[in-house]
């Protein structure tokens, strides 16, 4: 059974930076999809997904060019750092992973993915 567990949230201004990591254990294939969503008021929407084949990435719109995306690979981890947060970046950042190596799979429907329990992220304006 893949567990994941999140940590890094917290409260930032505007402008500020923050960095999420990602720790999963459970995971029986080298073959996979790692990613953040965040909780929006009617779903949860990708934001970063990077994939353990090649550390190919998929970004929102709204993420590129200010978020990165990293995994290594030896601890079974994951970080994302995000930069120039606004306050519409509040929401609580989720990490999951899909038995699949394709980010836009993970990142655009999130479907058949494993989930930790998230972390809250609040930017103040």
């Not at 994941?4 to 995971?27: F, P």
């Not at 609580?92 to 799979?105: E, F, G, H, K």
């Amino acid at each position: 059974q893949v567990q994941l567990v999140e940590s890094g949230g917290g409260l930032v201004q505007a402008g500020g930076s923050l960095v999420l990591s990602c720790t999963a254990s459970g995971i029986t294939s080298e073959n996979y999809a790692m990613g953040w969503f965040r909780q929006a008021p009617n779903d949860r929407q990708g934001v970063a997904c990077i994939s353990s084949v090649d550390d190919s990435t998929f970004y929102s719109d709204s993420a590129k060019g200010r978020f990165t995306i990293s995994r290594d690979s030896a601890k079974n981890s994951m970080s994302l750092r995000m930069e120039s947060l606004n306050p519409s970046d509040s929401g609580i950042y989720y990490c999951a992973v899909r038995l699949s190596p394709s980010t836009r799979t993970l990142c655009v429907r999130g479907s058949g993915a494993s989930w930790g329990q998230g972390t809250q992220v609040t930017v103040s304006s």
